[in-house]
């Protein structure tokens, strides 16, 4: 497994290792590729000061903003500190 591993991590493959899928983890990927939003709330997670690791529920504005993402190749926003756009933008 360390051969296989990066940095000493099973999660984390090294570079040039094959991977052999299955038709269920193909689906899911391709599912996950094309609608972003399903990809953000079943694989992201953030951490929460009051608890922890929490999965990414975005608010009703930063859905909007991962639409524009998806749509346009640029998107220009005028908002506010503090409001969750670099989460939503990293994720």
Request: aromatic share 12%; charged share 25%.
């Amino acid at each position: 497994m360390s051969d296989t591993a990066y940095k000493s991590n099973p999660l984390l493959k090294q570079r040039g290792v094959q991977i052999e899928y299955s038709k269920e983890q193909v689906k899911e990927f391709i599912k996950c590729s094309q609608d972003p939003e399903y990809f953000l709330t079943n694989y992201i997670k953030v951490i929460s000061l009051d608890d922890g690791i929490i999965p990414f529920h975005p608010y009703p504005f930063q859905q909007k903003l991962v639409q524009s993402f998806d749509a346009n190749r640029f998107t220009i926003c005028k908002l506010p500190r503090q409001s969750g756009k670099s989460v939503v933008t990293t994720a």
